[in-house]
Every structure is written in C-alpha cells, then in structure tokens.
C-alpha cells in the first residue's frame, strides 16, 4: 500500500478533446497520449478515428459525426494546390466543417455523460488549435484547467488571441500556404498581407460563431477570445 498510494496521487484524469482532426493529427498527438497513459495518467481520447492499438490508461471514444465533418471539409477542396484562392477555400470550408462538428459533439450522447459528470471530473482538459474553439465551453462549464496543443503549428487565427504573435515576413501564413521559410522580399509582403488577412477573415466568420455558442450554451456574453487566455498550457 505504502508503494500503491504515491502512484494514485500523481494519476491525473485527462480529457482530449479531437472532434474534428485528420488522421495525421491523431497520429501526431498518439505519442502525446500514450506517454501520458504509461505515466499512470486516465485519458479518455476523443476523435473521428477508431484506435489501431490499445494503450494502457488510454480509453479511445470514436466521434463518428467528425468523420462526416472531415469529408464535408475536404471534398471539392484542392487544399493540397498551394495558391492564395484554394488557401482561402480551404479555410471556408474548415470553418464551416468546424461549426458543424463542434455542434454535433456537443449534444451527441458519448459526450453528454461526461459533461454532465457520470463519468468523473476531469483534473484537465486538452483542446487543439484546429477550429474547435467552442470546446472551450467544456472547462469553463466544468471550471477545470485547459490547455491547447496544435498539429500544424501556430494558426493566424488564435495566435493573437493567446498572445503568441508569429512573424509574418519568417513563419509562412500556414502549412498549405505556397511560400516557405526561403520567401523572397515580396514573398513577405504578400505573406504578411495573407497573415493578416486571415486573422481579420477568422474573426468574423469564426470567432463571433463561437462567441454566440458559447453564450448561448451558458446564458451569459462570453468571447472565446477572453476564455483562451485562461489556458494553462499551450
């Protein structure tokens, strides 16, 4: 017993929130969350994709509404076509892929028992930084620390917003942008402009809808904006 209780106290309960997420960000975080369950730590992983194996302490709940969501987002998009107008496609149809699977997850019945508490209380939360903002409805309504990990770096939309400003004329707008860190001197101007841009487009048409849920959902005016900065990792 003397040996058991040290392990008990130092096991935290995690939730790892994923909705939506290709299968290259899952395969990304996996190392994240079977380190985390060999540490003796309970993680519940939540994603549109099945598990290929079964790792101690982590339990895989399978979100089938985010696969219908990821199709949604990826067909018709030549996202891989590394021009400004398919970059901007490419946002729209996430954005639009997002809001239909953040709305999903929420009411779908293999989460509601945990937001309502059956399953325990989370000792943390972790979101990701791909358009899933509206998830932060979870911790602020369990009143439980978060934290953010990302699969594709730092995106223009939610960086000012945790107070991570990247460098436009040195970091590439996004992984699917078609400039690298070699831009020529008006490949940064065009880049910065981009960056920029972005952020105004992703407060518009994605921010303001995540305010308006998560006002919605609580009763009172709430900004996703204000909430990510009570974040305690990311």
Partial sequence: SMIFLPAVALSARIWFLMPLGSLSHKIFFNALIAELGQRGH??????????TVIQPGVDEVVFDGGGEAL??????????????????????????????????????????????GDRGRPDLVLLTHFFQECL???????NVPFGFVSPAGLLPIVGPSLGLRANPAFMPALPVAPFTDRMSFI?????????????????????????????QATGQPLQAHDLMKEASLY
């Fill in 71 to 116: 199709t949604a987002m990826t067909t018709g998009t030549a996202w891989q076509q590394q021009s400004l107008p398919h970059i901007f496609g490419f946002v729209h149809s996430a954005l639009n892929a997002s809001h239909t699977a953040c709305e999903r997850f929420l009411q779908w019945d293999g989460f509601a028992a945990y937001l309502r």
């Fill in 42 to 51: 309970r993680v519940a992983f939540f994603s549109p994709h099945p598990p």
């Fill in 136 to 142: 932060l409805l979870v911790p602020h309504q369990l």
């Fill in 187 to 215: 490949q940064r101007v065009v880049n910065t402009l981009v960056h920029h841009v972005l952020i105004g487009f992703g407060r518009t048409f994605h921010m303001t809808w995540a305010d308006a849920l998560l006002s």
